[in-house]
């Protein structure tokens, strides 16, 4: 089964993604690992993209999509795998697309895991983190015992800039111009699975596993 999870930054897609993968034994890959890896392993591809991180320029598709194929027909990818990050144009999903039909191959599903902004904002702000453990928490749904202190080594609590709300609605913006047509893209295709993310993360992954059995 090869899935491709689509949602707004902050939407949990990738808790989901993590959920299915493990429910029927196949990997999570995300870009970020595939280019860590390729990186580390001193790969033709690691050095190519390499060269445009320290640059400060964006990775070409080509090159990530070639990354991408490298990865998905390893071993452990037999049965299937859930693609989190990528694509998130709609250059790049005709881009896949184009790369796995030479290979008498398709995507399965696009589960998208769908959540207001409004509910975003409030989630990503709400989250702190501790810069001296990594413990992570949220003031509503999971704070700590102490206001702003951790639990787990009584470090300060900060809000991380990328959870700041100025830059979530930079994000969201973001995701809404270049990534929401995808959503678009794949239910024309007949592949779209959408599902109500502002459910409990146990309810929503019960809502997906569902809709993939149906």
Do not use: W
């Not at 037999?78 to 250059?91: M, N, Q």
């Not at 696009?110 to 990503?124: C, G, N, Q, Y």
């Not at 990594?134 to 700590?144: A, C, D």
Request: aromatic content about 6%; overall charge negative; some cysteine.
């Amino acid at each position: 089964m090869k899935i491709i999870m689509l949602g707004a930054p902050g939407a949990g897609k990738g808790t989901q993604a993590k959920k299915i993968a493990a429910e029927y034994s196949i990997p999570h890959i995300s870009t970020g690992d595939i280019f860590r890896a390729n990186i580390k392993e001193g790969t033709e591809l690691g050095v190519k993209a390499k060269s445009y991180i320290d640059s400060g320029n964006l990775v070409p598709d080509e090159i990530t999509i070639a990354m991408l194929l490298d990865r998905i027909h390893q071993d452990d990818c037999k049965k299937g795998f859930v693609l989190d990050g990528f694509p998130r144009t709609i250059a790049q999903a005709v881009s896949l697309g184009e790369a796995l039909d030479k290979l008498g191959e398709k995507i399965d599903y696009a589960v998208e895991v769908d959540v207001p902004d409004s509910a975003i904002l409030s989630r990503m702000s709400g989250r702190r983190v501790c810069l001296s453990c990594g413990s992570t928490y949220h003031i509503e749904f999971t704070p700590p015992t102490k206001e702003n202190v951790c639990d787990s080594c009584e470090h300060d609590l900060v809000i991380r800039d990328d959870d700041k709300p100025e830059t979530v609605k930079k994000r969201l913006e973001v995701y809404h111009e270049l990534t929401s047509p995808l959503v678009d893209y794949y239910d024309k295709h007949g592949i779209l699975k959408k599902v109500d993310g502002t459910k409990l993360p146990e309810e929503v992954f019960s809502d997906i596993i569902a809709m993939l059995r149906e």
